[in-house]
């Protein structure tokens, strides 16, 4: 058996791949849309509670200029980052006892295989990689697109919000799972996370990395092409997310009136955490995708790429380069049509996707340029 650790959505596609090779899987998840996923194409999976993956630590606020106030607020949210840390380290040590619970239930044999997806972000898969080395084969499938921005961390910067509470929980995890976590800068690096030195790691554990013959993009594709999830055609799917952080409210508002206006039949992908009390499209401004048929929130966008004829349009989603890289519908960002509060990570966003995709991306500039794109 072929034990894979799915994360997210990007890491399911690539256990689909081996499937359609033929190799029996089972999908060992801490997410539930993968969980339900699972369920609803009939895979063999094992679901462990992420409790312990996310501490609450009182990330400080960045003042945009400098301010008193919120310099205060930042010495109270310290303050309560410290005394959270022996809960933390209970929920860490609960966490530990569930992976240690979840290796015996396993039962593997030197003629199974574990393959993990990540050397950065989630310590559950590190951990139940260093455990099941001693068990069965381990094998690591380098990851691709954002988890292959993570860069080792350099310095700090004021972006990067989170480099405090970083390095705190950096400390707890090693301490509780003997992993030897260093820090990597996040995706663009907004942000500080933690992760192995994935060579040493390897060779500490005897893992060997994933044959695949094929890229990670050409893999996705083919796990597309032979996994129809969904029934119908469509011209149009909008993939949605969550941007009121870098976004001001009033262009979010418009976007959204000016989309569901489509004519054309369209299908809508919610983000799979997008809450009813969001400002999304599934929630506070669904009224405006009444007619729409809306794919249901496990569901990864991709697999909805065969059903879609004219075009894929989101303001930000991995999920772009993707259908950027098919080349059988028009590819579309919306985020030129966006006031945004943060200009910087706006120029970020949009170096790296015109990049990446190759410049097959499509940007409008107004809506009346949108319209005779999707013409």
Same mark, same amino acid.
């Given at each position: 058996?072929?034990?894979?650790?799915?994360?997210?959505?990007?890491?399911?596609?690539?256990?689909?791949?081996?499937?359609?090779?033929?190799?029996? =899987?089972?999908?060992?998840?801490?997410?539930?849309?993968?969980?339900?996923?699972?369920?609803?194409?009939?895979?063999?999976?094992?679901?462990?509670?992420?409790?312990?993956?996310?501490?609450?630590?009182?990330?400080?606020?960045?003042?945009?200029?400098?301010?008193?106030?919120?310099?205060?607020?930042? =010495?109270?949210?310290?303050?309560?980052?410290?005394?959270?840390?022996?809960?933390?380290?209970?929920?860490?040590?609960?966490a530990k006892k569930r992976l240690n619970v979840l290796v015996r239930e396993l039962a593997v044999t030197r003629d199974d295989s574990f393959i993990f997806y990540?050397?950065?972000?989630?310590?559950?898969?590190?951990?139940?990689?260093?455990?099941?080395? &001693?068990?069965?084969?381990?094998?690591?499938?380098?990851?691709?697109?954002?988890?292959?921005?993570?860069?080792?961390?350099?310095?700090?910067?004021?972006?990067?919000?989170?480099?405090?509470?970083?390095?705190?929980?950096?400390?707890? *995890?090693?301490?509780?799972?003997?992993?030897?976590?260093?820090?990597?800068?996040?995706?663009?690096?907004?942000?500080?996370? @933690?992760?192995?030195?994935? !060579?040493?790691?390897?060779?500490?554990?005897?893992?060997?990395?994933?044959?695949?013959?094929?890229?990670?993009? *050409?893999?996705?594709?083919?796990?597309?092409?032979?996994?129809?999830?969904?029934?119908?055609?469509?011209?149009?799917?909008?993939?949605?997310?969550?941007?009121?952080?870098?976004?001001?409210?009033?262009?979010?508002?418009?976007?959204?009136? !000016?989309?569901?206006?489509?004519?054309? &039949?369209?299908?809508?992908?919610?983000?799979? +955490?997008?809450?009813?009390?969001?400002?999304?499209?599934?929630?506070?401004?669904?009224?405006?995708?009444?007619?729409?048929?809306?794919?249901?929130?496990?569901?990864?966008?991709?697999?909805?790429?065969?059903?879609?004829?004219?075009?894929? +349009?989101?303001?930000?989603?991995?999920?772009?380069? @993707?259908?950027?890289?098919?080349?059988?519908?028009?590819?579309?960002?919306?985020?030129?049509?966006?006031?945004?509060?943060?200009?910087?990570?706006?120029?970020?966003?949009?170096?790296?996707?015109?990049?990446?995709?190759?410049?097959?991306?499509?940007?409008?500039?107004?809506?009346e340029e949108l319209e005779r794109m999707l013409s």
């Amino acid at each position: 058996m072929n034990y894979f650790f799915c994360a997210a959505h990007t890491s399911f596609l690539v256990a689909l791949y081996l499937k359609s090779k033929g190799e029996p =899987i089972c999908i060992i998840t801490h997410n539930k849309a993968v969980t339900e996923l699972c369920g609803h194409m009939g895979i063999e999976h094992k679901y462990i509670s992420r409790r312990g993956l996310n501490l609450g630590f009182p990330y400080p606020l960045i003042p945009k200029p400098f301010s008193l106030e919120v310099f205060k607020k930042n =010495i109270i949210r310290s303050a309560k980052a410290l005394s959270r840390i022996p809960v933390c380290l209970k929920i860490l040590i609960d966490a530990k006892k569930r992976l240690n619970v979840l290796v015996r239930e396993l039962a593997v044999t030197r003629d199974d295989s574990f393959i993990f997806y990540s050397h950065v972000m989630d310590y559950f898969q590190l951990y139940l990689a260093k455990k099941l080395s &001693k068990k069965c084969r381990v094998y690591y499938r380098r990851p691709g697109l954002t988890d292959a921005e993570c860069r080792p961390f350099t310095k700090h910067s004021a972006r990067q919000f989170n480099y405090r509470d970083t390095v705190v929980i950096k400390c707890m *995890e090693n301490m509780v799972f003997g992993l030897n976590l260093v820090l990597y800068e996040g995706f663009q690096g907004w942000k500080v996370t @933690t992760g192995v030195d994935i !060579e040493k790691f390897r060779l500490k554990y005897g893992i060997d990395e994933l044959a695949a013959d094929k890229d990670h993009i *050409e893999i996705q594709m083919e796990a597309i092409r032979n996994n129809r999830v969904i029934d119908g055609e469509y011209d149009y799917l909008f993939i949605d997310s969550d941007l009121l952080i870098w976004i001001t409210e009033d262009s979010i508002k418009k976007m959204y009136e !000016e989309i569901a206006a489509l004519k054309e &039949k369209a299908l809508m992908k919610a983000h799979p +955490l997008a809450r009813s009390d969001s400002k999304t499209a599934r929630g506070e401004f669904s009224r405006y995708f009444a007619a729409w048929e809306d794919v249901p929130a496990y569901i990864p966008a991709e697999l909805t790429f065969g059903n879609i004829n004219k075009a894929v +349009l989101s303001v930000v989603s991995v999920s772009l380069l @993707t259908a950027a890289a098919m080349k059988q519908v028009k590819v579309i960002s919306l985020m030129d049509l966006l006031e945004w509060t943060d200009t910087v990570t706006k120029a970020k966003l949009k170096d790296y996707f015109s990049a990446a995709s190759g410049g097959q991306i499509l940007f409008p500039q107004s809506y009346e340029e949108l319209e005779r794109m999707l013409s």
